[in-house]
T-cell receptor, first 113, second 110 residues
């Protein structure tokens, strides 16, 4: 069972470059999320999508955009990458908004030089 | 915003020892959850708690939802080497906002 799949797993960017992180889930979940993980800071929510066609800002949305392409896919875009966006990014999904029971992907490690 | 204070930040375990960690907040949460993250992987849900005072077990893991709804505890009994990793508490507030603690790193004593 694939669960939540993220691509790419690793990426190195130069400051100012753009890129998109892709996420797909095969569990027919309604809600999807993007988190970033930094040492000593736990997981911080960037954006979430409660259902297909809706997106909302989380705790740290600045510098990011998202697209809920369909029920399965939720992408995260960095339009102009900055060194402060060096992090590990996790996509997650849940059956219902507010359930708290999230299924995470394996993560995408991004380095911005 | 809401913050979760998770302690300890890190700890060393010896096989067979019992382990305890906790999470506290100044805010009230409706649900408490505990996740574990292995190196190079995403977090995986261990236990979810839905009612104040609830005590729930999952194998060697036991977690409690504090009576005040502002804290939660996780205990691991008779630890084994595969218990190493990062443990995160998370609290759900207002039905849609999940806040994570900074994590407790479990390492093996050498």
């Amino acid at each position: 069972n694939a669960g939540v799949t993220q691509t790419p797993k690793f990426q190195v960017l130069k400051t100012g470059q753009s890129m998109t992180l892709q996420c797909a889930q095969d569990m027919n979940h309604n809600s999807m999320y993007w988190y970033r993980q930094d040492p000593g800071m736990g997981l911080r929510l960037i954006y979430y999508s409660a259902s297909e066609g809706t997106t909302d800002k989380g705790e740290v949305p600045n510098g990011y955009n998202v697209s809920r392409l369909n029920k399965r896919e939720f992408s995260l875009r960095l339009e102009s990458a900055a060194p402060s966006q060096t992090s590990v990014y996790f996509c997650a999904s849940s059956a219902a908004r507010g359930a708290g029971e999230l299924f995470f992907g394996e993560g995408s490690r991004l380095t911005v030089l | 915003g809401q913050q979760l204070n998770q302690s300890p930040q890190s700890m060393f375990i010896q096989e067979g020892e019992d382990v305890s960690m906790n999470c506290t907040s100044s805010s009230i949460f409706n649900t408490w959850l505990w996740y574990k993250q292995d190196p190079g992987e995403g977090p995986v849900l261990l236990i979810a708690l839905y009612k104040a005072g609830e005590l729930t077990s999952n194998g060697r893991l036991t977690a409690q939802f504090g009576i005040t709804r502002k804290d939660s505890f996780l205990n691991i009994s008779a630890s084994i080497p595969s218990d190493v990793g990062i443990y995160f508490c998370a609290g759900l507030i207002y039905g849609n906002k999940l806040v994570f603690g900074a994590g407790t790193i479990l390492r093996v004593k050498s």
